[in-house]
């Protein structure tokens, strides 16, 4: 009998534990999704000039195609550069 009044607490204390993980994950999530995203620069020097049709800050290439800009994924650790043209239109 002594054996199963102390197993108790340490079943209560997994749930315990449990649960406060499931509340900091859903917490970190929603905290996650509503937080503000940053607001973005207005698009300059080649994004903005109309004759370069494709520019790269080091991390993403994008091309200027006639539904909009369209750029590539940066890598994880990249850090961006100063956007250069690459590309210019006659």
């Known amino acids: 009998m002594a054996g199963d009044a102390n197993q108790a607490p340490d079943d209560r204390s997994g749930t315990i534990a449990a649960w406060g993980i499931v509340a900091l994950v859903s917490a970190t999530v ?17 994004a903005g000039d109309a004759a370069c049709l494709e520019w790269s800050d080091g991390c993403q290439v994008c091309r200027r195609l006639a539904e909009g800009p369209a750029c590539s994924l940066p890598g994880i650790a990249c850090t961006p550069g100063e956007p250069r043209c690459l590309r210019r239109g006659g």
Not at 30 to 46: E, I, N, R
């Open 30 to 46: 929603l905290v996650g999704a509503l937080w503000p995203a940053p607001p973005k620069p207005a698009p300059g020097g080649p």
